[in-house]
Antibody
Framework: QVQLQESGPGQVKPSQTLSLSCTVS??????????WSWLRQLPGGGLEWIGY???????SYNPSLRSRVTFSRDTSKNQFSLNLSSLTAADTAIYFC?????????????WGQGTLVTVSP | QSVLTQPPSAAGTPGQRVTISCSGS????????VSWYQHLPGTAPKLLMF???QRPSGVPDRISGSKSGTTASLAISGLQSDDEAHYYC????????????FGGGTKLTVL
């Protein structure tokens, strides 16, 4: 059974950089045709795709966030990570990591529970 | 403002059939497949449908998906109280180097 677990700070100050990690168990992030993804749920309830790092290390980012986002991975820990810079209050959200499938990694069959990140002074 | 358009709410009584629509454009639903998610606050979203009408294992066949042109639909028949949740559609969008877009979500109430 594949499980994902997000970890990181619950509160970050404006203009700082958010760093989150996702630890995967039950599957290797370097095998299979999977897209290890980050998404977030904004306070209004809507879901937003942030992007993915694939099993081969390729990345794809939401154009609206591309200038501020970087993905990385630690294969020895079976973890992948998100860095989001220049934070503002608009980045306050529940952040999810998920496993992407389908042609473009655009469907998500396993999700973490989510971690609430609040951007405030 | 979400790229895909869903009704904000839907409702039905136990045993009824309800349908939730998801409207997009030629760059997303019109040219790529749609997935659907069920979400209860505080929990992980659950994949209900992928590739327009494919159910993951464990999703009952009273839940079905369809698509016509730039509109996709999720139908739930034999409505049950634990179907009360938020439902989201998603698709790949070919514009601006490609990215995943979501609907704004539909809150389904079982009366």
């Amino acid at each position: 059974q594949v499980q994902l677990q997000e970890s990181g700070p619950g509160q970050v100050k404006p203009s700082q950089t958010l760093s989150l990690s996702c630890t995967v168990s039950g599957a290797s992030i370097t095998s299979g045709s999977y897209y290890w993804s980050w998404l977030r749920q904004l306070p209004g309830g809507g879901l937003e795709w942030i992007g993915y790092i694939s099993h081969s290390g390729d990345t794809s980012y939401n154009p609206s966030l591309r200038s501020r986002v970087t993905f990385s991975r630690d294969t020895s820990k079976n973890q992948f990570s998100l860095n989001l810079s220049s934070l503002t209050a608009a980045d306050t959200a529940i952040y999810f990591c998920a496993r992407g499938l389908c042609l473009y990694g655009d469907c998500f069959d396993c999700w973490g529970q989510g971690t609430l990140v609040t951007v405030s002074p | 403002q979400s790229v895909l358009t869903q009704p904000p709410s839907a409702a039905g009584t136990p045993g009824q059939r309800v349908t939730i629509s998801c409207s997009g454009s030629s760059s997303n639903i019109g040219s790529n497949t749609v997935s659907w998610y069920q979400h209860l606050p505080g929990t992980a979203p659950k994949l209900l449908m992928f590739s327009d009408n494919q159910r993951p294992s464990g999703v009952p066949d009273r839940i079905s998906g369809s698509k016509s042109g730039t509109t996709a639909s999720l139908a739930i028949s034999g409505l049950q109280s634990d179907d009360e949740a938020h439902y989201y559609c998603a698709a790949w969008d070919d514009s601006v180097s490609g990215h995943v877009v979501f609907g704004g979500g539909t809150k389904l109430t079982v009366l």
